[in-house]
């Protein structure tokens, strides 16, 4: 957590998101489908997919761009050098 200027701390995002969820967002964020993540974590497409709309609400985001730009943000996942 970093702290705010007014010395109180801001509150943990990720701190609503299931240990899974937090498995599967820096999954989102690198650019990964619901099929490719579920064949990473042996879950099915559709389990992927209902996991990655949980994160989208519990965040108040609007689609897996908003999700991996929260990622980038927050130091979930970091830009790779191609």
Not at 19 to 34: S, Y
């Amino acid at each position: 957590m970093s702290p705010l200027t007014n010395g109180s701390h801001r509150p943990d995002p990720l701190e609503h998101l299931s240990p899974r969820e937090k498995e599967i967002l820096p999954l989102v964020a690198r650019g990964m489908d619901n099929r490719e993540i579920g064949k990473t974590l042996f879950i099915s497409e559709k389990t992927a997919k209902n996991y990655v709309t949980s994160i989208r609400k519990k965040l108040g985001l609007k689609n897996r761009t908003q999700i991996a730009l929260f990622a980038l943000k927050e130091g979930v996942v970091e830009l790779e050098d191609s």
